[in-house]
T-cell receptor, first 114, second 114 residues
Framework: AQSVTQPDIHITVSEGASLELRCNYSYGATPYLFWYVQSPGQGLQLLLKYFSGDTLVQGIKGFEAEFKRSQSSFNLRKPSVHWSDAAEYFCAVAPTGTASKLTFGTGTRLQVTL | GAGVSQSPRYKVAKRGQDVALRCDPISGHVSLFWYQQALGQGPEFLTYFQNEAQLDKSGLPSDRFFAERPEGSVSTLKIQRTQQEDSAVYLC????????????FGSGTRLTVV
């Protein structure tokens, strides 16, 4: 069965500092990979997704993620964090080729200090 | 509508009570998903509809959970004889077509069973 691990439950960074959120997955092949953000009381917003091709994916709000097959990782990065980026971030995977369920990690809560 | 609408936003139920949670997907979206998000956890898949057909209900935790989408648009998730462990946020997501991973999530319904 596929699974997603987000090893950092909580991360605190200063505004303007760089950010990297880790995500590792377990799956028999290369799955579809996603990052979502959830603000308090809100639904999930898609930041970016990887299906195939270029392993460096650009998303909204200045985020990017890099797929590394050898490490089964899909880490999310942002060069300069803004206070409005404080939220919960979820990595998710889905099997390739079908419209199917997403399997989410447990999330990383990002706190931004001014 | 412009987004996925879920109602009610909050629901408090006494243990043993039946509840019904509603999801209005984006007009024209064929695929509809329900997820359950327990406190401090990532969302977990419950069930999936393609139009009115329920194609996957493998995530429903017990036979107390039932979902329907009779006309291929609005969906209702029903929980019978609620238990405390049912307390969670229930998220609905829709997608324009099968095979598309452009899910749009609603803001969810927070269910508290007392």
């Amino acid at each position: 069965a596929q699974s997603v691990t987000q090893p950092d439950i909580h991360i605190t960074v200063s505004e303007g500092a760089s950010l990297e959120l880790r995500c590792n997955y377990s799956y028999g092949a290369t799955p579809y990979l996603f990052w979502y953000v959830q603000s308090p009381g809100q639904g999930l917003q898609l930041l970016l997704k990887y299906f195939s091709g270029d392993t460096l994916v650009q998303g909204i709000k200045g985020f990017e993620a890099e797929f590394k097959r050898s490490q089964s990782s899909f880490n999310l990065r942002k060069p300069s964090v803004h206070w409005s980026d404080a939220a919960e971030y979820f990595c998710a995977v889905a099997p390739t080729g079908t419209a199917s369920k997403l399997t989410f990690g447990t999330g990383t809560r990002l706190q931004v200090t001014l | 509508g412009a987004g996925v609408s879920q109602s009610p936003r909050y629901k408090v139920a006494k243990r043993g009570q039946d509840v019904a949670l509603r999801c209005d997907p984006i007009s024209g979206h064929v695929s509809l998903f329900w997820y359950q998000q327990a406190l401090g956890q990532g969302p977990e898949f419950l069930t999936y509809f393609q139009n009115e057909a329920q194609l996957d209900k493998s995530g429903l935790p017990s036979d107390r959970f039932f979902a329907e989408r009779p006309e291929g648009s609005v969906s209702t998730l029903k929980i019978q004889r609620t238990q405390q462990e049912d307390s969670a946020v229930y998220l609905c997501a829709s997608s324009i077509n099968r095979g598309s991973y452009g899910y749009t999530f609603g803001s969810g319904t927070r269910l508290t069973v007392v």
